[in-house]
């Protein structure tokens, strides 16, 4: 068995943070590329903006472009890491779980790393949504990570 690249997909929530953890962790050991990849939800670019007329189109994607890079490294900055670490930011927009699955089998990676639960944070499902759909499409085996436990 090879671990030469491992995905970690992030919504920055507190569990795909401890999931970060794992995947750093194992990415050190076996001296793989960690691949951070965000997913920024499609309707968001869409649907649901009350865009003021003086700001145009383009001025609000390369804002957001901006604050997407800005959210990556303020979720890599907190030490989980290593700095021997060999790190890829990736930025896609589109449905997250169709996205992840996507880059996994067209770029040779070997394991998802991925939250059981996500920014929704509803618990009592026993995967969130997006989880649940990579493990059951995805290319590659995936290690699912709990919610770290209350108070830690
Ligand atoms: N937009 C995204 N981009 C990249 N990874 C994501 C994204 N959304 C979720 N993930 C990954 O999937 C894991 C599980 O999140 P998921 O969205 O399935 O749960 P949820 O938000 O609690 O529930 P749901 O989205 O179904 O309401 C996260 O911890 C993260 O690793
Ligand atoms: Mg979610």
């Known amino acids: ?22 995947a750093a962790g194992m990415a050190e050991k076996f001296r793989a590329e960690l691949v951070v990849l965000n997913v920024v939800n499609e309707q968001l670019f869409t649907e ?40 890829r930011r990736v930025i896609l927009q589109g449905k997250p779980w169709e996205v992840i699955t ?17 920014r929704s944070g509803i618990e009592h499902f026993l995967f969130g949504s997006t989880a649940e759909k990579v493990i059951r499409s995805a290319p590659c085996p995936v290690l699912t990570v709990r919610p770290p436990a209350a108070g830690e």
């Open 48 to 87: 649901g903006l009350n865009i003021p007329l003086a700001i145009s189109m383009e001025t609000l994607e390369e804002d957001m472009q901006q604050e997407a890079t800005k959210q990556m490294e303020r979720f890599l900055s907190s030490g989980e890491v290593d700095d021997s670490v060999s790190t």
């Open 1 to 22: 068995m090879e671990l030469k690249r491992i995905l970690l997909p992030t919504d920055y929530s507190e569990t795909s943070r401890e999931a970060l953890r794992y």
């Open 102 to 118: 996507r880059w996994a089998g067209e770029n040779q990676v070997d394991l998802i790393v991925i939250g059981t639960h996500g």
